[in-house]
Nanobody
Framework: QLQACGGGSVQAGESLRLSCTTSRGIFSFNPMAWYRQAPGEQRKLVASISSTATNYADAVKGRFTISRDNTKNALDLQMNSLKPEDTAIYYC?????????WGQGTLVTVSS
């Protein structure tokens, strides 16, 4: 239901843009978010977006931007000034009327 893409391997300080596409039914007017899971750690919220607000984890504030592309039914995450500690598998998430959907994950690797 959710297809994420855009991961890759970059050097510290570089940028990546993740994108997650889904159906119109899941995308429209529903909260969506990006999570990440680093090796040996629990999955954590990175950023979320609803019809009224966006929220960011402290670790990414000022560097990451979450946005919705209504023409493509896509949830994007622009990641700038990447750090090695941003290395993780990134998952998109959506909540439609209480039903939760997860993308398959895309790997981001940042080397120093």
């Amino acid at each position: 239901q959710l297809q994420a893409c855009g991961g890759g391997s970059v050097q510290a300080g570089e940028s990546l843009r993740l994108s997650c596409t889904t159906s119109r039914g899941i995308f429209s007017f529903n909260p969506m978010a990006w999570y990440r899971q680093a090796p040996g750690e629990q999955r954590k919220l990175v950023a979320s977006i609803s019809s009224t607000a966006t929220n960011y984890a402290d670790a990414v504030k000022g560097r990451f931007t979450i946005s919705r592309d209504n023409t493509k039914n896509a949830l994007d995450l622009q990641m700038n000034s990447l750090k090695p500690e941003d290395t993780a598998i990134y998952y998109c998430w959506a909540n439609r009327h209480g039903s939760v959907y997860w993308g398959q994950g895309t790997l981001v690797t940042v080397s120093s």
